[in-house]
């Protein structure tokens, strides 16, 4: 059997590896129909559409979730894996992976990590490109935000102490780490408590609640990591009427046409008067110095030099200093290497704004 097991297994890839570790460790959820008060919503859920919520909790008949994409999940989980055990043994007194309950809600909740002596809670997160980019635009939104202080709600209603929440992101590519800051805001805690309490009384209603996201075609988290993206956007009859899911779901009839008609109008004149105004602005800081300017970068890139490709030009410039020759002189055309040439793309400014970890933060020696 150890044979046939170490066999299997040599020719197994990683990626399998974790896939297989995952289902091995996932709780499965019963499909069988949910009576009211069933419902398996908790803190983690103010990120989630609320369609993809319904889709989950009271599938409608026929419903067959469709496959999404975990690889990013499965790095997140083995990173946070690590942190939580290395930080449990730098820490021992802090609390980690502890459930708590939230009133009105049927599932009980997972925090990241608690410090019961300062009264800070930690939520982690990993981030991929895009994630990291958006963090470091506009910080992390209010949703995350609001998981983080459920998470406190629900120690504070415990009798525990809490002051602060901060979310830890760690970027997966670099290892980069930003910490975010709020105070624990009891108020706001229970207003996202209120959401995510109505979301449980809709789906006793049988009510079939809305979807929050865009479609699979502009929305990455549709397209790639909702399993109900199939069955909510109509996928597969929209391919047959060659329509986008969102027009084959949404567009029904001469009024919606007039309503898309009329927000693609809106959009093309503001992004018109944006690019206007921009150029307004691009002229203002033609010869500014790059620099660090407050929340704001000034930064000039240097072009790039291409993969050589073939130089044309060099070539008859070859063959024409060999035309004179006797033909018996001239060397086979075989024999003569293809000349080549590398350009460099232009240079290019860039504005972005300073990361909102480091917004506020004393600037760096040199800059402004």
Known sequence: MLLERAQTAAHARLGDDLAA???????RRSRRPKQPGQWSIGAS?????????????????????APVDR??????????????RRRRAL????????????????????????????????????????????VGESGPPETEWEQGQLYALALHLEGQHVVEVRIVYFERKSGEDEEFTRPFDEQAARRALGRLTAIATALDLGTALPRDRSGPST??????YCPARTHCWNMLEAE????SPESYTLVTDKADIEWALGEYDRHRAAKSAAEKAQNVAKALL??????????????RTAGRLKDP????????????????????????LQELDYPTKRSRTPGSTQVRRVRAAKRGAPPVRGSR
Do not use: M
């Not at 570790?21 to 709780?27: A, K, L």
């Not at 009271?58 to 979730?65: A, D, L, M, R, T």
């Not at 929305?219 to 790639?224: G, P």
């Open 91 to 134: 820490y021992p007194w802090r609390l980690y992976e502890q459930t708590v309950t939230l009133p009105g809600l049927d599932r009980p909740s997972r925090y990241d990590e608690y410090d019961p002596v300062t009264g800070v809670l930690y939520d982690y997160k990993t981030a991929g490109d895009w994630k990291w980019s958006l």
């Open 45 to 65: 859920d103010t990120s989630s559409c609320r369609r993809a919520i319904w889709y989950r909790e009271n599938p409608p008949p026929g419903y067959v979730p």
């Open 286 to 299: 033609d010869g500014v110095a790059p620099d660090t300017y407050g929340e704001y970068e000034y930064v």
């Open 240 to 243: 047959a009427a060659g329509r």
């Open 219 to 224: 929305d990455v988290i549709c397209r790639r």
């Open 21 to 27: 570790s995952e289902r091995t460790g996932r709780r």
């Open 309 to 332: 490709e073939p130089d044309h030009q060099g070539r008859v410039r070859q063959l024409e200093a060999f035309w004179d020759l006797p033909p018996n002189e001239r060397p086979a």
């Open 71 to 84: 690889r990013a999940a499965r790095a997140g989980t083995l990173i946070h894996d690590s942190v939580s």
